[in-house]
């Protein structure tokens, strides 16, 4: 079983950067980053393919930055101008599906979690 562990979270003030690594223990065709508020759903982030496929939500885009580095299976997450509203729990996923989508439903495999803290 595939195994993620996510790093990089902390504390930031408003208009800060925080870059986010997720390293894979084997081969995913498809990561992902999906983050959860205090009392909010899970919201997609963006996603990435084994071949460079890349997608960021609307929301993020021109702040948020997926990228990766196959030979190492890692997925990072590059945030810039961060604001109060992305304080959020932030989760890697992956999914050996041949199609990818930011949908949480699609990914079966989930990391634990690290935590984004924007002070304002």
């Known amino acids: 079983q595939v195994q993620l562990v996510e790093s990089g979270g902390g504390s930031v003030q408003t208009g800060g950067s925080l870059r986010l690594s997720c390293a894979s223990s084997?081969?995913?065709?498809?990561m992902a980053w999906f983050r959860q508020a205090p009392g909010k759903g899970r919201e997609g982030v963006a996603y990435?393919?084994?071949?460079?496929?890349?997608s960021v939500t609307d929301s993020m885009k021109g702040r948020f930055i997926i990228t990766q580095e196959k030979a190492e299976n890692t997925v990072y997450l590059q945030m810039n101008s961060l604001k109060p509203e992305d304080n959020a729990m932030y989760y890697c996923?992956?999914?050996?599906?041949?199609?990818?989508?930011?949908?949480?439903?699609?990914?079966?495999?989930w990391g634990k979690g690290t935590q984004v803290t924007v002070a304002s």
């Open positions: 996923a992956a999914s050996s599906g041949a199609i990818c989508k930011l949908l949480a439903d699609r990914f079966n495999i």
């Open positions: 084997g081969y995913t065709n498809c």
């Open positions: 990435i393919t084994k071949v460079g496929t890349a």
